[in-house]
T-cell receptor, first 114, second 110 residues
Framework: NAGVMQNPRHLVRRRGQEARLRCSPM?????VYWYRQLPEEGLKFMVY????????ESGMPKERFSAEFPKEGPSILRIQQVVRGDSAAYFC????????????FGPGTRLTVT | GQNIDQPTEMTATEGAIVQINCTYQ??????LFWYQQHAGEAPTFLSY????GLEEKGRFSSFLSRSKGYSYLLLKELQMKDSASYLC???????????FGKGTRLHILP
């Protein structure tokens, strides 16, 4: 499967725990985008990364959220001390470069905070 | 700032034609996208317009008027599997991120 991979597909965390969401871009893609989708809401941009660089994090909450895209391995979206309001679907998308128009989306991780 | 408006829900009949409108206000403009998203699934790319006019791709067509800040997605010969949300999204000039509207949920009736 050469598509964008995300894991886990479903994640349940209790309030105060940490959530780690992983995204492996399509082969040959070095640009990764994270989006959050709340129930009945549109996709909200969170962060745009290239390998080892955060290019744009203007959509990231100032606290508890962080993202990385190391030289080796998947991109990680980390949410510390989760709260119920973090329950959402988190989608990752990748593109071959920032200038190309098409982003390919992964299947998403559905985070439930209990 | 950026603002993207599209109807929340629409209903159409199998075999018919439906047009989903999208208006946007952005400080700059570098392309408009339409994505399809079935419930519980990832969005899939449908179309990209950066110049004015109509782009046709099979049963789906997308139109753009930059001067009016307006686009529409036209779906012909509707099928039940077209029941989904349709997301309008805009890329701002000089920006690589895409801003999405809230989506239009399309219901197809037999």
């Amino acid at each position: 499967n050469a598509g964008v991979m995300q894991n886990p597909r479903h994640l349940v965390r209790r309030r105060g725990q940490e959530a780690r969401l992983r995204c492996s871009p399509m082969k040959g893609h070095s640009h990764v985008y994270w989006y959050r989708q709340l129930p009945e809401e549109g996709l909200k941009f969170m962060v745009y990364l290239q390998k080892e660089n955060i290019i744009d994090e203007s959509g990231m909450p100032k606290e508890r959220f962080s993202a990385e895209f190391p030289k080796e391995g998947p991109s990680i979206l980390r949410i510390q001390q989760v709260v119920r309001g973090d329950s959402a679907a988190y989608f990752c998308a990748s593109s071959v470069s920032g200038g190309t128009y098409e982003q390919y989306f992964g299947p998403g991780t559905r985070l439930t905070v209990t | 700032g950026q603002n993207i408006d599209q109807p929340t829900e629409m209903t159409a009949t199998e075999g018919a034609i439906v047009q989903i409108n999208c208006t946007y206000q952005t400080s700059g403009f570098n392309g408009l996208f339409w994505y399809q998203q079935h419930a519980g699934e990832a969005p899939t790319f449908l179309s990209y317009n950066v110049l004015d006019g109509l782009e046709e791709k099979g049963r789906f067509s997308s139109f753009l008027s930059r001067s009016k800040g307006y686009s529409y997605l036209l779906l012909k010969e509707l099928q039940m599997k077209d029941s989904a949300s349709y997301l309008c999204a805009v890329r701002d000039l000089g920006d690589d991120k895409i801003i999405f509207g809230k989506g239009t949920r399309l219901h197809i009736l037999p």
